[in-house]
């Protein structure tokens, strides 16, 4: 089993992380379907003020690439993902469309 970590900004509005939060108590089952048949075996997300951090927890077939292609293939996905931009964005040097960001790590014990 693979680890990433991955961040992401909220837009700094109380009101708006609160309304965020609350969608990711329900994520639609279509959205929990294609996270889980894309190969992601556990995903958390935590955040600290308007910060998002995320770790997944991956098989051994899973690829970025072919999430990415499935994703962009699945209506209700581009509409989820269309709905929680209203509520993200992007890190500072972040590349041009790019949401979440993958970190590298630099330390383990």
Do not use: C, H
Not at 45 to 59: A, K, P, Q, S
Not at 65 to 89: I, R
Request: hydrophobic residues 40%; glycine residues 4%; negative net charge.
């Amino acid at each position: 089993m693979r680890k990433y970590a991955l961040a992401l900004d909220l837009k700094d509005d109380d009101e708006l992380i609160r309304q965020y939060e609350e969608y990711n108590k329900q994520v639609w089952p279509e959205i929990l379907e294609s996270i889980k048949n894309s190969g992601i075996q556990n995903m958390e997300i935590y955040r600290t003020d308007n910060r998002l951090f995320m770790i997944m927890e991956v098989g051994d077939d899973f690829s970025f690439d072919v999430k990415a292609e499935a994703d962009a293939g699945n209506p209700k996905v581009q509409e989820w993902e269309k709905l929680m931009w209203d509520y993200q964005q992007a890190l500072p040097k972040s590349k041009p469309g790019e949401k979440w960001v993958l970190m590298n790590k630099i330390f383990s014990l």
